[in-house]
């Protein structure tokens, strides 16, 4: 009997963190251990709007990581592919990826992430990495008045990195709600945000919206409510990320997934109605707020109770993480008096104050 695969969907946090688990655990005799990704690198997302401003080529080491370290001794296997759909069974099943090649698994895991607006849209090809960020750097490049659609992490983020660069740049915030960010922080931290953001010298527009939904050159603009933003010359898509979960609606259901297409696990992050099926990082249905620093948490998670599964013994529940965010506000390093250079902030919330006010 030939060895059975262990597929992990996604090379992001969630997949790097449990094909390192694995590569260390897993009998490799009996074993195939295989992380798929559409590129031959993670891409650290984290540090993409930075290098979106600067183009900064030794940053470009940081964010673009690739996955020859991934696996203990060589103890798993990289492809390079898109995976597009999957056939499941309680007892295995395969996925397809875009090219017409099929893989079967023994145990499969999800953790192909979120898809992205604007700057952290990176197609799935490497050339299209390039192609992609050689345009927003032009575009921001040679705007003069931006507009960002979207207050949250990415917004705030993006406008520092811009004033850094281009501090005589107008740079305008659009966000839907009363507050920056979401409602899962205090109204006073969300405050204190826009207090950071106004000290460097950009606008925000609160509750109001942009309609348009692309990242494009504009002859101005004016808001859902009629306000004209005359000379506005650049709109950026700074909203959240969805999940990329629409194969496995095909795949398992509409039923497999929330109203916000995010994947239904149980505690132990294994899929309902099957075993052999785990999901991590952006793509599952927890009441908690999507960050990289979870996504890796659920990845160890999820390697050491697939080893569990296997040795038949009993696995371990997720219990949810630590609310935290850290903003950064340009890249400056700030004095207690020269906040409007950077602002970071870190919140500690217990899960069960979040409630419904994830969204």
């Known amino acids: 009997m030939g060895k059975q695969n262990i597929v992990i969907v996604g090379g992001g946090g969630a997949g790097v963190n449990a094909a390192k688990v694995l590569s260390k655990t897993l009998d490799h005799s009996k074993y195939q251990l295989i992380l798929i990704n559409p590129l031959p690198y993670r891409i650290w997302l984290i540090a993409t709007l930075r290098l979106a401003v600067t183009q900064d080529e030794a940053l470009k080491k940081d964010v673009f990581l690739p ?27 395969s996925v397809i990826l875009e090219s017409g090649e099929k893989i079967d698994y023994h145990i499969l895991v999800l953790s192909q992430g979120a898809t992205w607006q604007g700057p952290p849209a990176f197609p799935s090809t490497d050339s299209g990495v390039k ?8 575009k921001l490049a040679n705007a003069k008045d931006i507009v960002l659609v979207g207050g949250g992490a990415v917004g705030i983020e993006l406008a520092g990195e811009i004033k850094d660069e281009w501090p005589d740049k107008k740079v305008t915030i659009v966000h839907g709600d009363k507050f920056l960010l979401n409602p899962s922080y205090p109204d006073k931290v969300r405050k204190s945000a826009a207090a950071s953001v106004t000290a460097r010298g950009i606008n ?50 509409p039923a497999s997934l929330s ?56 696995l ?8 935290m965010i850290v903003i ?7 004095s207690l008096p020269d906040l409007e250079k950077m602002w970071i902030l870190i919140i500690s919330l217990p899960i069960t104050e979040l409630g419904s006010r994830i969204l």
């Open 204 to 253: 925000l527009l609160l509750d109001e919206f942009i309609n348009e939904p692309d990242t494009k050159e504009v002859q101005g603009i004016s808001t859902a409510s009629g306000k004209q933003l005359k000379n506005a010359d650049l709109v950026v898509q700074t909203r959240g990320p969805r999940p990329n979960t629409a194969f496995v609606s095909e795949a398992l259901g």
């Open 328 to 334: 950064t506000n340009g890249k400056a390093s700030p």
């Open 67 to 93: 996955y020859d370290k991934i696996f203990l001794n060589g103890n798993g296997k990289f492809v390079e592919g898109k995976v597009v759909s999957f056939e499941a069974s309680k007892e295995g099943g």
């Open 131 to 138: 192609e992609h960020l050689s345009s927003i750097h032009n």
């Open 316 to 323: 371990k529940p997720y219990k949810g993480s630590t609310e």
């Open 259 to 314: 109203s916000l297409g995010l994947i239904k696990v149980r505690p132990t992050l294994q899929l309902s109605e099957y075993d052999n099926i785990f999901a991590a990082g952006d793509v599952i249905d927890w009441k908690e707020q999507k960050q990289a620093a979870k996504s890796s948490v659920h990845g160890v998670l999820v390697g050491a109770n697939i080893q569990a599964f296997l040795n038949k013994v009993p």
